[in-house]
Nanobody
């Protein structure tokens, strides 16, 4: 089972920015498409962004398009999610996961069943 470590969350004001990081624990991320998910209290986990293994293709949910930027640095074994123009509704726990279907499962908000500890984002209005 692939294990991920998410970090970079915190408390930020609306309109501000945060950069989330996703690291692979004991394996190389470079072989996988990596997706970011988020889950707000009382809501289903949803896929918000995904990047192909090469970094040449990205996907964003409509709700975050234009504000979120996903990137990867395979040399550093990391995937990042830059969140700009934070909104209160971005408040959630954020998780990353490997998508063996090249982002198709992320787009479908597939429940991988096993998740990392996530990183918490709280936006104050």
């Amino acid at each position: 089972q692939l294990k991920f470590v998410e970090s970079g969350g915190g408390l930020a004001q609306a309109g501000g920015s945060l950069r989330l990081s996703c690291a692979g624990s004991g394996f190389r991320l470079e072989y996988y498409a990596i997706g970011w998910f988020r889950q707000s209290p009382g809501k289903e986990r949803e896929g918000v962004s995904c990047i192909s293994s090469s970094g040449g293709s990205t996907w964003y949910a409509d709700s975050v398009k234009g504000r979120f930027t996903i990137s990867r640095d395979n040399a550093k074994n990391a995937v990042y999610l830059q969140i700009d123009s934070l909104k209160f509704e971005d408040t959630a726990s954020y998780y990353c996961a490997a998508d063996p279907r090249n982002c198709q499962l992320v787009k479908a908000s597939f429940d991988f069943g096993s998740w990392g500890q996530g990183t918490q984002v709280a936006v104050s209005s």
